[in-house]
């Protein structure tokens, strides 16, 4: 099992919330269970959809190609947020992810909201200093206050990385692909 509450590791989880953790000498094979803050409940609300991909800045352009090739007239970005609030990453993320699809689309891209529209210009504005930005955001601050986080603002912060795309094959079982 991993989890964490308020950015920190629950009481008798095997692993927390870093990425450098889970790595497939870990979790090679295993079928994990994942609790979070913010992550869980947000999922747990659209777990209805057709079509349903976990992102991060790392796997933004697997997931952005995952997309592209469903062909779907609308898509729903959503971010997690932070305890019902907005959250400056979430919100870079998903301008990352639309700047994406709209350069690498072959059919039109429609922004519909004005989030959306405040996302893009968010990644504008910090896509030459990504790291930047994370340790800006509320949530990187709780981190830093929490202890030597850089190893994960570092992971976390790279862009276009990985070739997975998690995706949910049954409701709230998400599986790698």
């Known amino acids: 099992m991993l989890g964490e509450r308020g950015g920190?590791?629950?009481e008798g989880?095997?692993?927390g919330n870093s990425p450098l953790s889970v790595t497939k000498k870990v979790v090679y094979g295993k079928r994990l269970?994942?609790?979070t803050t913010n992550g869980t409940k947000s999922l747990q609300k659209v777990q209805n959809a057709k079509h349903l991909f976990a992102m991060g800045l790392p796997n933004r352009k697997a997931v952005a190609k995952?997309?592209?090739s469903l062909k779907s007239e609308n898509v729903l970005i959503l971010g997690?947020?932070?305890e019902g609030s907005y959250s400056l990453e979430d919100s870079l993320a998903a301008g990352a992810l639309a700047s994406y699809l709209k350069q690498n689309s072959d059919f039109e891209i429609n922004i519909l909201n004005d989030e959306l529209q405040a996302?893009?210009?968010l990644w504008d504005f910090w896509k030459n200093d990504i790291l930047k930005c994370l340790k800006t955001a509320t949530h990187g601050k709780r981190l830093t206050s929490l202890g030597d986080y850089e190893?994960?603002?570092n992971c976390c912060s790279e862009l276009d990385c990985l070739d997975i795309v998690p995706a949910q094959v049954e409701r709230g079982v998400i599986r790698a692909s």
Do not use: E, H, Q
Request: charged share 30%; glycine share 4%.
């Open 8 to 10: 920190k590791k629950i």
């Open 13 to 15: 989880f095997d692993l």
């Open 33 to 35: 269970f994942m609790s």
């Open 66 to 68: 995952k997309i592209i």
């Open 80 to 82: 997690s947020g932070w």
């Open 119 to 121: 996302a893009l210009a």
């Open 151 to 153: 190893d994960d603002f």
